[in-house]
């Protein structure tokens, strides 16, 4: 079985991002929060 790539809204595939520098409120690249968000 083949998958197709996700694409974005203009057709192209997604692009991996946020691992240099890691984003998110702790920086660990998720979107993980707490009450302190």
Same mark, same amino acid.
């Given at each position: 079985? !083949? +998958?197709? @790539? /996700?694409?974005?809204?203009?057709? !192209? @595939?997604?692009? @991996?991002? /946020? +691992?240099? @520098?890691?984003?998110? +409120?702790?920086?660990?690249?998720?979107?993980?929060?707490?009450?302190?968000?």
């Amino acid at each position: 079985m !083949q +998958f197709e @790539p /996700s694409l974005n809204v203009l057709g !192209q @595939p997604l692009v @991996p991002c /946020s +691992f240099d @520098p890691l984003t998110g +409120f702790f920086r660990d690249g998720c979107c993980k929060t707490n009450e302190e968000d």
